[in-house]
């Protein structure tokens, strides 16, 4: 059963414009408390972003669902994700798809994000420490790449591990960040027009 604070949450994302139920479960499933420090458990199921040390964040939840909704997943879509972090956004897209590949530059996140996702029997999914902007070579062409930060220009490597017709989203931008969606056609990427949900707020 679905608590009152999980539910008040996706009611809040499907008035913000979040539409895939399948993202909506997926969401619902993953115990966000268990991706942040004990000290903000009782903010786990608000929608904004918090602290997960070193100097990073786990995402809003209307990010990760906004991002992954963007994918256009099925369970046969081969996933690579830039940027483990806490792993929320890796135990999301692991409930969604066969298998996904998580690329972490910071050690100490990685480490902590493979347990984590141990810990929730979310054995599909495949962690590394590196450099997330070289993707894995060695897993790839990847049917969706989603990357949760913001680099100056689209990774070529990324690019190259793109399959034909797969899609790639990313935030794009300094300090005004947007979502940039891609699909590759041959050795272009084209954009994607997606019309953001305009807030009344």
């Not at 604070?5 to 115990?31: C, F, K, S, T």
């Not at 669902?65 to 806490?86: C, D, F, K, N, Y």
């Not at 999301?92 to 798809?97: D, F, K, P, R, T």
């Not at 935030?171 to 990427?189: I, Y």
């Amino acid at each position: 059963m679905v608590s009152g604070r999980v539910q008040a949450l996706l009611e809040q994302l499907r008035a913000q414009g979040i539409r895939d139920e399948q993202v909506l479960n997926a969401l619902a499933a993953v115990p966000r408390e268990k991706f942040i420090d004990e000290a903000f458990e009782h903010k786990a199921w608000e929608n904004i972003a918090l602290p997960i040390g070193q100097g990073q964040t786990i995402s809003q939840p209307y990010m990760v669902a906004r991002m992954t909704e963007l994918l256009e997943l099925t369970p046969q879509s081969r996933v690579l994700e830039i940027g483990t972090g806490s792993g929320y956004q890796t135990a999301i897209l692991a409930h969604l798809v066969h298998h996904v590949c998580s690329v972490e530059r910071i050690k100490g996140l990685q480490w902590q994000a493979r347990r984590r996702l141990k810990q929730l029997d979310l054995h599909n999914v495949s962690t590394r420490h590196g450099d997330g902007w070289q993707g894995w070579q060695a897993r790839a062409p990847f049917d969706a790449i989603i990357v949760t930060a913001a680099p100056p220009e689209i990774p070529t490597a990324l690019m190259a591990q793109l399959d034909e017709g797969g899609i790639l989203v990313l935030p794009v931008g300094d300090e005004q960040q947007f979502l940039k969606r891609v699909r590759r056609r041959g050795a272009n990427l084209l954009s994607i027009p997606w019309r953001p949900f305009a807030s009344s707020r």
